[in-house]
């Protein structure tokens, strides 16, 4: 049996060879410093392993005053690269690609450095109060996104994906429950995306392949956005070249969300058609069936796990039986499955073991 999930996709002149993808999930195993250590080749070089046909790492911060929280990775300095490329082998060495998620905490930031915000709003009455960022903070932030994707593009990744969601700053100039300025980029929904179009701009200028950008299609509180704010929003990415939206939700503001297999679905169906751009469908999505039919019903272009492949780094494999569908694997592990095909040819163990021991 064929599954449209386990057919290969081509985004911007990259193949994937599923479109299956491991979502974003902070790890807080850094070092201090934002440095990579064997614990993240090894997690993400399995799920690549596992069968997925894209690795997104998580939230890199492009500043030091940006990581979601303690242990966080980091894309703010060059020394970085070395170890994002030892993760980005690790992916490439298992058939998936690779792709890096770039953003900033904003006033939800996670170390004990001073925050900064669109405006001087604490994200809980019991937030410390970020700085209302000026012009010259904006301008840094921009370029910071800008060199982020460049050592990217030089730690040898796949996609590029600006974090644009879950109340992080992009998010917090999107959303007027966040954003109160009386200047350029505050007010209209053209005035508070400006920043994101600066954002794309200069990540456009280093970076020619696959583009993504996460969105929260809604805030879940009166006065904050909906997903028809980003049929606007999402209008000017596209027109910007941003490739696939990843449509998740929330994060802005302390909400009680009410969640079920599917839930945020319905926005990237939304974004899907009237916009006609690729979108990701995230959201408790659990079996390899859910995961078809929102492929099948033309409700989003690929399907990305979270927790899910948390729990089961073979989750691909596992969809692929839900399935019926047969999937080659590597030849150390066929004996343990009839119904395996042996066409993967064996890892020489010296390669195995380069992996993590660079």
């Given at each position: 049996m064929s599954a449209l999930l386990f057919e290969p996709i081509?985004?911007?002149?990259?193949?994937?060879?599923?479109?299956?993808?491991?979502?974003?999930m902070c790890m807080h195993s850094a070092s201090d410093d934002g440095k990579i250590n064997d614990f993240h080749v090894i997690h993400y070089g399995a799920r690549a392993l596992g069968g997925a046909g894209l690795i997104m790492l998580e939230t890199a911060s492009v500043?030091?005053?940006?990581?979601?929280?303690?242990?966080?990775?980091g894309i703010w300095d060059d020394s970085h690269i070395e170890g994002l490329s030892r993760v980005t082998?690790?992916?490439?060495r298992f058939g998936a690609k690779a792709g890096a998620q770039i953003g900033h905490a904003g006033r939800q930031l996670g170390i004990d450095l001073p925050s900064i915000a669109p405006s001087a709003i604490p994200f809980t009455p019991e937030s410390r109060v970020p700085q209302a960022m000026s012009?010259?903070?904006?301008n840094e932030v921009v370029e910071a996104f800008r060199q982020g994707a460049r050592r990217a593009r030089e730690a040898g990744f796949d996609v590029i994906e600006i974090h644009g969601a879950h109340g992080y700053l992009l998010n917090q100039f999107l959303s007027p429950l966040a954003n109160k300025r009386t200047d350029e980029y505050g007010g209209s929904h053209e005035n508070r995306y400006r920043i994101v179009r600066e954002v794309i701009d200069v990540v456009r200028s280093e970076w020619k392949g696959p583009l993504f950008l996460r969105i929260s299609s809604t805030d879940y509180v009166e006065g904050g956005n909906r997903p028809e704010d980003f049929l606007i929003y999402g209008n000017w990415m596209k027109e910007q070249g941003i490739d696939l939206i990843d449509c998740s939700s929330g994060g802005?503001?302390?909400?009680?969300?009410?969640?079920?297999?599917?839930?945020?679905?319905?926005?990237?169906?939304?974004?899907?058609?009237?916009?006609?751009?690729?979108?990701?469908?995230?959201?408790?999505?659990?079996?390899?069936?859910?995961?078809?039919?929102?492929?099948?019903?033309?409700?989003?272009?690929?399907?990305?796990v979270g927790r899910d492949m948390l729990k089961d780094p073979f989750w691909a494999r596992t969809a692929a039986d839900d399935l019926n569908v047969v999937l080659p694997v590597p030849a150390q592990y066929t004996r343990y499955g009839s119904g395996w095909q042996r066409s993967?040819?064996?890892?020489?163990?010296?390669?195995?073991?380069s992996t993590v021991e660079q």
């Open positions: 081509t985004i911007n002149g990259v193949e994937f060879r599923n479109r299956i993808a491991m979502s974003p500043l030091p005053n940006g990581p979601i929280g303690p242990g966080d990775i082998d690790a992916i490439h012009i010259e903070q904006i802005i503001a302390m909400v009680q969300v009410n969640t079920y297999p599917n839930y945020q679905v319905p926005a990237a169906e939304l974004l899907r058609r009237e916009l006609d751009i690729k979108t990701g469908a995230v959201g408790l999505i659990e079996t390899g069936r859910q995961a078809e039919e929102i492929l099948q019903n033309g409700r989003a272009d690929i399907i990305l993967q040819p064996r890892l020489p163990a010296a390669d195995l073991a």
